[in-house]
C-alpha cells in the first residue's frame, strides 16, 4: 500500500472555521469541577476572578475561566464538598484527606495549597495567591494562548492565526524534489542557441514546452550520404516508440490518431500541448545500409514563439548512428542536451546506449510494432 | 648510460621496453573515465527519474569543466581526487544502489521520511555541490595566477621602482 504524501495534500481550508467556530455554551451551574484553590484563602484582589465553590459531585479538573464570578468559597461550602469528593479533589480541606490530596491541613512535601506561611510562590505552586500574575495561575488564564481553542477575543489570536497559514516552500533538489538542480540556461527568441561541447545543454521555458509545436528538422548537405533521422521516444505511459519516417513508424504512440510525437519528412513534431505525456525523446541519425557517413550538418530545433536551438552533427567519418540530441522533460520543462555520441552498430545499440530497453526487436534495425 | 658501461660497450637499454606507465591522474584518463560515466547515466537513463537525469548529466558536464581546466595549469591533488572519486565511486554507486531497488518501493517514504527517489535527488545534488565547489577553486587559482603573471610582467619589463 503506498502512502500519500502529506506535504502533497491539499491545503486545510477548515482550519480558521475550526478556531473561530461559534461553540456551544454549557451552563455552568452543574458543571462539575474542581476548584484549585484553597477555600481557606481569602479573596482576590481586584481583576481576578475568584474561583467557583466546588459543587457536589466533583469529578473532573476544570482549567478554565468561570463564566460568572462567584462568591468566594465558604468554610461551611467547602466541607459540604469533602464527602463527595473524588481523590482529584485538590481543593478539599476536610481532615478525612486521601492520599492523592494535597490540601489537607497536615502540612506534606506534597502539600501544594498550604497558604500559611508561603515564603514565596514557585512555578509549581498552584493554589498560593501571588500579586502578579504568573503563567502557573491556572485560575486566571491571562490572554489566549495557541493552545486556545475556545472563542478568542481582540488581537491576541491574530498571530496565531497567522502562524496557521500554510507557507508553500519552493521546491528544491537539494531535499528532495523532482526538480532540476542548477540554473539552466535558457533559449533567447531571436538569437540561435549553439549546443556544443562549452554548452551542451539548454532549457525551454514552461510557456515554451507547453504551446504550440517543437519542430526538428534535420539539415544535411549531400555531401554526408544517405543520412536518415530516427528519434526513440519514451512515452509518460511506459510505452517505448521508435520513429522512422522512411519505414512507416511515425507516431508516437504507435497508431494513434492524436500522437505526442509525430515523424516527418527530415524531421518530427512534438505535440507541445501533449507535453506532460512526453518523459524522453533521443535523436539520432544513421544510414539504413550501414555505410560510413561524412557527419556534417545539423539539427535544428524550433519552438512555435521563435526560439531556435542548433545542434551540429559533425563527428569523424564512420558508421554507425550519430546520436545527437536529448530531450527529457524535467516537471514541465524541456531540458535539451547536445549528445554527440557515435553509437556503433544498429538503432538496436543506440536504443541500448540510452537506456531503451523496452522494445523488442525483430532484427538489429526493425522493433516489433 | 654511464661513461664506464660505454667503454665496456654494453649495449643501451631499449627505451621501447621501458614504456611509461599510464598515469590514471592525467587530464585525458579523467576525462576518458568521465565519458565512461557519461555511457554508465545514459544506458540506465529509462530507469532513472527524468530530474534525476537531468542533474546527473550536468554534474557530469561539471566534471569536465574541472577537466578542462588542466588546459590553463595542472590539476592540483584535491580537484583530482574529487573527480577520481565522484567518477569512479560516488556517483555510481548512488546510481546502482537506486536502481537495485524494487521500482515500487522508490516513491515510498521510508523511515527517514524521505522516499529512495528523493534521497537519489538529495545525493547528485550534494555531489553536484562538492564539484562544484572544487571547480571555483581551480578558477580562483587560474585568476590567482594570472594576477601572479601580470605582477611578474609588470616588474620585468616597467622601470624599476628603484630607477632614479
Known amino acids: ?369 | 648510460m654511464s661513461w664506464l658501461a660505454r667503454l665496456r660497450g654494453d649495449d643501451e637499454p631499449d627505451e621501447r621496453d621501458q614504456a611509461p606507465e599510464p598515469d590514471e591522474d592525467s587530464p585525458e584518463a579523467l576525462q576518458a573515465a568521465v565519458d565512461e560515466l557519461v555511457r554508465f547515466v545514459n544506458a540506465r537513463a529509462g530507469a532513472l527519474p527524468p530530474a534525476a537525469l537531468a542533474n546527473a548529466r550536468a554534474l557530469t558536464d561539471t566534471l569536465t569543466e574541472v577537466v578542462d581546466s588542466a588546459q590553463v595549469r595542472p590539476l592540483d591533488v584535491y580537484a583530482v581526487i574529487s573527480v577520481r572519486g565522484v567518477v569512479g565511486d560516488y556517483l555510481p554507486t548512488t546510481l546502482k544502489g537506486y536502481l537495485a531497488l524494487d521500482p515500487e518501493v522508490r516513491d515510498v517514504p521510508r523511515a527517514g521520511g524521505h522516499s529512495p527517489t528523493e534521497s537519489l535527488m538529495m545525493q547528485i545534488d550534494s555531489l553536484q555541490t562538492s564539484v562544484q565547489a572544487t571547480l571555483v577553486a581551480t578558477r580562483e587559482q587560474d585568476a590567482d595566477a594570472l594576477m601572479t603573471q601580470g605582477r611578474f610582467l609588470q616588474t620585468k619589463f616597467n622601470r624599476s621602482d628603484l630607477d632614479l
Open chain 1, 1 to 369: 500500500m503506498t502512502l500519500p504524501d502529506p506535504r502533497r495534500a491539499p491545503a486545510r481550508t477548515d482550519l480558521p472555521w475550526l478556531r473561530h467556530r461559534p461553540l456551544r455554551r454549557v451552563p455552568a451551574s452543574p458543571a462539575p469541577r474542581v476548584n484549585l484553590q484553597h477555600p481557606g484563602r481569602p479573596p482576590l484582589g481586584t481583576g481576578r476572578v475568584t474561583p467557583a465553590a466546588p459543587s457536589a459531585g466533583a469529578s473532573s479538573l476544570d482549567l478554565t475561566r468561570p463564566s460568572a464570578p462567584v462568591p468566594a468559597p465558604a468554610p461551611d461550602a467547602a466541607e459540604a464538598s469533602v464527602a463527595v469528593s473524588s481523590s482529584l479533589d485538590l481543593s478539599s480541606p476536610g481532615l478525612t484527606s486521601s492520599s492523592l490530596d494535597l490540601s489537607s491541613a497536615a502540612s506534606s512535601s506534597l502539600d501544594l495549597s498550604t497558604q500559611a506561611p508561603a515564603p514565596a510562590s514557585s512555578s509549581l505552586d498552584l493554589s498560593t495567591p501571588a500579586p502578579a500574575e504568573s503563567s502557573s495561575d491556572l485560575s486566571t488564564p491571562p490572554a489566549a494562548s495557541s493552545l486556545d481553542l475556545g472563542p478568542s477575543t481582540g488581537a491576541a489570536a491574530t498571530p496565531s492565526a497567522r502562524a496557521l497559514v500554510p507557507v508553500r516552500r519552493q521546491p528544491s533538489a537539494a531535499q528532495g524534489d523532482p526538480v532540476l538542480g542548477y540554473e539552466p540556461e535558457r533559449v533567447v527568441v531571436g538569437r540561435p542557441t549553439l549546443l556544443n561541447r562549452d554548452r551542451p545543454t539548454v532549457a525551454l521555458t514552461r510557456v515554451q514546452s507547453g504551446v504550440g509545436v517543437l519542430r526538428l528538422t534535420m539539415a544535411v548537405g549531400s555531401g554526408v550520404g544517405d543520412l536518415r533521422p530516427a528519434a526513440f521516444c519514451h512515452l509518460s505511459t511506459g510505452e517505448t516508440v521508435l520513429l522512422d519516417h522512411n519505414r512507416g513508424m511515425t507516431t508516437a504512440p504507435a497508431g494513434s490518431r492524436r500522437p505526442v510525437v509525430q515523424a516527418v519528412d527530415r524531421g518530427f513534431l512534438v505535440d507541445l500541448r501533449q507535453v506532460s505525456r512526453l518523459q524522453r525523446l533521443v535523436i539520432a541519425g544513421f544510414s539504413p545500409t550501414s555505410s560510413s557517413l561524412a557527419w556534417g550538418g545539423a539539427l535544428r530545433v524550433e519552438t512555435i514563439g521563435g526560439a531556435r536551438v542548433d545542434v551540429p552533427l559533425e563527428r569523424e567519418p564512420g558508421a554507425g548512428s550519430l546520436v545527437a540530441l536529448s530531450i527529457l522533460n524535467v516537471g514541465g520543462q524541456l531540458v535539451l542536451r547536445a549528445e554527440r555520441q557515435l553509437v556503433p552498430g544498429a538503432l538496436r545499440e543506440a536504443a541500448l546506449a540510452f537506456g531503451f530497453d523496452g522494445l523488442t526487436w525483430v532484427d538489429a534495425w526493425t522493433p516489433l510494432g
